[in-house]
Nanobody, 124 residues
Framework: QPHLVESGGGLVQPGGSLTLSCVAS????????IGWFRQVPGKEREGVSC????????NYADSVRGRFTIIRDNDKSTAYLKMHNLKPEDTGVYYC?????????????????WGPGTQITVSS
């Protein structure tokens, strides 16, 4: 059964940086679109970034564009979310998700597999 596991979360001061990893198992990452989402208690889950199945298209939420970068390393079956200049409003549980979408040129609206999430807290 394909599954995903995130890591790299933690406590960071405003202005700091973190890199989240999403390790995929039992799946060939080349064929999957990957999305990163976040959620805080009381709010709806928010799409942060995604990369298309063909790896050519990336999208970012307006709130993170220019600060976050999504990367997919097919050889390592790992996706990353590099985050810089973190702000308190970036606090939340971050999830990676995947959808089998070989050759897909856009980010899909729905995802099939989800990781358990990793907590990020941005606070001084």
């Amino acid at each position: 059964q394909p599954h995903l596991v995130e890591s790299g979360g933690g406590l960071v001061q405003p202005g700091g940086s973190l890199t989240l990893s999403c390790v995929a198992s039992e799946m060939t990452l080349d064929y999957y679109a990957i999305g990163w989402f976040r959620q805080v208690p009381g709010k709806e889950r928010e799409g942060v970034s995604c990369i298309s199945g063909d790896g050519e298209t990336t999208n970012y939420a307006d709130s993170v564009r220019g600060r976050f970068t999504i990367i997919r390393d097919n050889d390592k079956s790992t996706a990353y979310l590099k985050m810089h200049n973190l702000k308190p409003e970036d606090t939340g549980v971050y999830y990676c998700a995947a959808l089998l979408h070989p050759g897909g040129q856009t980010c899909p609206p729905e995802y099939q597999y989800w990781g358990p999430g990793t907590q990020i807290t941005v606070s001084s």
